[in-house]
């Protein structure tokens, strides 16, 4: 059997169902588990001496891994973020697919470039949200970081503004790429943005996945707001994370199955 993990301060079940289903309907002989480690250097370690395969990387480790692996795929390289670790023998390959998984819901929900962002958040997440957003044309983009050294880095790497807070703040475009309205965190039931901020924006984009249905999400439905979810974005992350782990792309029709699975788990 060969198994594969992910990492993270908040471990959900929605990756592990995922990939246990595709690998139950491709009839693989793996398995998927998930894990808050206690440290990331032995966690890493484990992956290494036990064979693991393959190990998803979430928040807040997506920076600190890097020092732990021996090879940086240029998508990792070029965002300085890692979400995804492969196994080769021994040998780690840190990549990133969480910059793929923006840049398609960008494309797919069909945002005009020519909006104005607001993007909270200035950890390894937020540099893949940003490098889409740039990638895809944007320009009028704010980074809102109560870390002003983070916030200011971030922006400059990417030419965007910087702010400590939104809190009189409005853009057509508001993303939340911090653990605010994360489940088990201390800001679970908080907004990432004022209502009056979700009121004016035409779009409101989470990427935190657990709950697919945060305040920022549920606001901005009730606002009647395009909206694009965490899960959309965990979706499509986790699909080029089986690629990579597997060798195998499941059918249109396996992945849709895999999404109706995840959001049936209570």
């Not at 945002?111 to 990638?135: C, H």
């Amino acid at each position: 059997m060969t198994l594969c993990i992910s990492l993270s301060a908040r471990p959900s079940n929605n990756g592990t169902r995922f990939h246990n289903f595709l690998y139950e309907a491709l009839e693989l002989n793996w398995i998927y588990k998930a894990f808050a480690p206690t440290d990331l250097g032995q966690a890493i370690a484990g992956v290494r001496g036990l064979g693991i395969r393959g190990c998803a990387i979430s928040m807040p480790y997506k920076e600190d891994v890097i020092a732990l692996v021996d090879r940086m795929d240029p998508s990792a390289t070029a965002i300085d973020s890692v979400n995804t670790i492969v196994n080769d023998d021994g040998v780690l390959t840190a990549y990133n697919t969480d910059y793929s998984a923006i840049a398609q819901l960008i494309e797919r929900n069909r945002l005009d470039a020519g909006s104005s962002v607001l993007l909270r958040g200035s950890g390894g997440m937020a540099k893949a949200t940003a490098a889409a957003f740039r990638d895809a044309g944007f320009t009028d983009v704010t980074i809102v970081a109560r870390n002003e050294a983070n916030g200011r880095a971030l922006a400059g790497l990417y030419g965007f503004a910087w702010l400590p807070d939104a809190d009189d703040a409005t853009a057509d475009v508001l993303v939340n790429v911090t653990p605010i309205g994360m489940a088990g965190g201390a800001e679970e039931h908080a907004l990432a943005f004022s209502a009056d901020a979700i009121a004016a924006a035409s779009v409101v984009f989470d990427v935190v996945a657990l709950p697919a249905e945060t305040p920022f999400v549920a606001a901005g439905r009730a606002a009647g707001k395009t909206v694009i979810t965490g899960a959309e974005v965990a979706t499509l992350q986790a699909l080029e994370q089986f690629v990579l782990y597997t060798g195998i792309r499941p059918s249109d029709e396996q992945v849709r199955a895999a999404e109706e699975f995840v959001r049936a788990a209570p």
